[in-house]
């Protein structure tokens, strides 16, 4: 760095700047600037302090949820036979935090055992014309296989017209074709009770999306939850179909891929005015929503294990379950505002200070765009040279 711009940073350095008072009796200029004041006050007043209750604090929502689902499902006709499904039967797990899934249709593979079968015929990698095809593959599994390859060659069982590699596993192997898929076609009319108890600690608040004029369980379980009812719009009970149509989807269109809906009880409470008036408010998202043709919707497999005697000897046995259905996801979110003296004061000074901005805008309006500038400039800005002797005796 030269000397030159030393000096030059040592002089603007050891400089003060201190604001001065310039009365300018203008009409415009005092219009511009009460306009500006107008605007900033209007904002401060209308928007920080009424619209986003500047005058309170706030508290997040803390909240538990708790669901229970209802409905029947009686199917004679079926490749299962004559059947009942339940609650205990398409509801897998039966208790999830703040979700719950709902199986909408299902592929039975009953009474699997370990032992050597056929592969399934949709697996390329299985196919084969006889054994020498399948003998380099002894003991490989395929990504999407059911066992290791044995080294035979064998009919399909489920496909006539083509030849696969025998497998070791659980047998017979799943065929999850159509023909095999019973669909829970009335199961948009299944109904879900959503509990859900929340809390504001600050203000030591608790509240619960059952209302107070439900007297009895009965004559809640009459109400059913509709959006443009004054009292249902408050029900805690949904019909599945009516919640799918809620977040822009028909159901019959989920019942053989699934899917993933969210339930949203929205809690935002004023607690200025009366506790009656802090009440849910539900919405409905499609969270797998789009032109998708890879892993649609949503699935998943279990199985329940028993053991039998066969021949004298006791073997172990399963019936597997491929479970297609919806996986309803609940979120609480939410906040309470209380009136509190100091939040009031500091957005107050905090909008008084936002005043400042209007004397800068109508300086900025003075000093660039009226004929007058360059007179107002020298009224503005005036530069005082002290002399240290002066200084010091000041």
Same mark, same amino acid.
């Given at each position: 760095?030269?000397?030159?711009?030393?000096?030059?940073?040592?002089?603007?350095?050891?400089?003060?700047?201190?604001?001065?008072?310039?009365?300018?009796?203008?009409?415009?200029?005092?219009?511009?600037?009460?306009?500006?004041?107008?605007?900033?006050?209007?904002?401060?007043?209308? @928007?920080?302090?009424?619209?986003?209750?500047?005058?309170?604090?706030?508290?997040?929502?803390?909240?538990?949820?708790?669901?229970?689902?209802?409905?029947?499902?009686?199917?004679?006709?079926?490749?299962?036979?004559?059947?009942?499904?339940?609650?205990?039967?398409?509801?897998?797990?039966?208790?999830?935090?703040?979700?719950?899934?709902?199986?909408?249709?299902?592929?039975?593979?009953?009474?699997?055992?370990?032992?050597?079968?056929?592969?399934?015929?949709?697996?390329?990698?299985?196919?084969?014309?006889?054994?020498?095809?399948?003998?380099?593959?002894?003991?490989?599994?395929?990504?999407?296989?059911?066992?290791?390859?044995?080294?035979?060659?064998?009919?399909?069982?489920?496909?006539?017209?083509?030849?696969?590699?025998?497998?070791?596993?659980?047998?017979?192997?799943?065929?999850?074709?159509?023909?095999?898929?019973?669909?829970?076609?009335?199961?948009?009319?299944?109904?879900?009770?959503?509990?859900?108890?929340?809390?504001?600690?600050?203000?030591?608040?608790?509240?619960?999306?059952?209302?107070?004029? @439900?007297?009895?369980?009965?004559?809640?379980?009459?109400?059913?939850?509709?959006?443009?009812?004054?009292?249902?719009?408050?029900?805690?009970?949904?019909?599945?179909?009516?919640?799918?149509?809620?977040?822009?989807?028909?159901?019959?269109?989920?019942?053989?891929?699934?899917?993933?809906?969210?339930?949203?009880?929205?809690?935002?409470?004023?607690?200025?005015?009366?506790?009656?008036?802090?009440?849910?408010?539900?919405?409905?998202?499609?969270?797998?929503?789009?032109?998708?043709?890879?892993?649609?919707?949503?699935?998943?497999?279990?199985?329940?294990?028993?053991?039998?005697?066969?021949?004298?000897?006791?073997?172990?046995?399963?019936?597997?379950?491929?479970?297609?259905?919806?996986?309803?996801?609940?979120?609480?979110?939410?906040?309470?505002?209380?009136?509190?003296?100091?939040?009031?004061?500091?957005?107050?000074?905090?909008?008084?200070?936002?005043?400042?901005?209007?004397?800068?805008?109508?300086?900025?309006?003075?000093?660039?765009?009226?004929?007058?500038?360059?007179? @107002?400039?020298?009224?503005?800005?005036?530069?005082?040279?002290?002399?240290?002797?002066?200084?010091?005796?000041?």
């Amino acid at each position: 760095m030269s000397g030159q711009a030393i000096n030059a940073f040592c002089t603007d350095f050891f400089e003060y700047d201190t604001p001065m008072m310039v009365h300018i009796k203008n009409k415009t200029v005092g219009i511009i600037n009460r306009v500006f004041e107008l605007i900033i006050l209007s904002y401060i007043v209308f @928007y920080g302090i009424l619209y986003e209750k500047g005058y309170q604090e706030y508290d997040e929502v803390r909240s538990a949820v708790a669901t229970k689902l209802k409905g029947i499902l009686y199917e004679s006709n079926s490749s299962f036979g004559r059947i009942t499904w339940d609650v205990a039967d398409y509801v897998v797990p039966p208790l999830e935090s703040n979700a719950f899934f709902v199986i909408t249709s299902v592929v039975l593979t009953r009474m699997q055992v370990q032992k050597n079968c056929s592969e399934n015929p949709n697996i390329k990698a299985a196919w084969c014309e006889n054994d020498q095809d399948c003998q380099s593959k002894i003991g490989v599994i395929t990504p999407t296989g059911n066992g290791p390859f044995t080294g035979k060659c064998v009919q399909s069982a489920t496909l006539p017209t083509r030849k696969v590699c025998e497998i070791y596993g659980w047998c017979p192997v799943e065929d999850d074709s159509k023909k095999n898929l019973f669909t829970f076609n009335d199961s948009e009319f299944f109904t879900v009770l959503i509990k859900n108890n929340i809390e504001f600690p600050k203000f030591n608040f608790r509240k619960r999306n059952i209302m107070d004029w @439900y007297a009895t369980d009965s004559e809640m379980g009459k109400c059913r939850w509709n959006p443009n009812d004054p009292l249902d719009k408050y029900c805690p009970i949904f019909e599945l179909g009516v919640i799918a149509r809620g977040a822009g989807v028909e159901y019959s269109s989920l019942l053989t891929k699934g899917g993933i809906i969210k339930i949203i009880i929205d809690w935002n409470c004023d607690l200025d005015f009366s506790e009656d008036y802090c009440r849910p408010e539900y919405s409905f998202r499609w969270l797998d929503s789009g032109n998708f043709t890879v892993s649609v919707g949503f699935n998943f497999r279990y199985a329940d294990h028993f053991f039998m005697r066969d021949n004298n000897t006791i073997r172990f046995y399963r019936n597997l379950y491929k479970a297609i259905g919806v996986h309803f996801m609940v979120e609480v979110r939410g906040r309470a505002g209380k009136f509190h003296l100091v939040n009031l004061l500091f957005n107050v000074g905090s909008g008084m200070a936002l005043m400042g901005i209007a004397s800068i805008l109508s300086d900025i309006v003075v000093l660039y765009f009226l004929k007058a500038r360059k007179l @107002y400039k020298d009224r503005k800005f005036q530069v005082a040279e002290v002399c240290p002797y002066e200084v010091e005796q000041l």
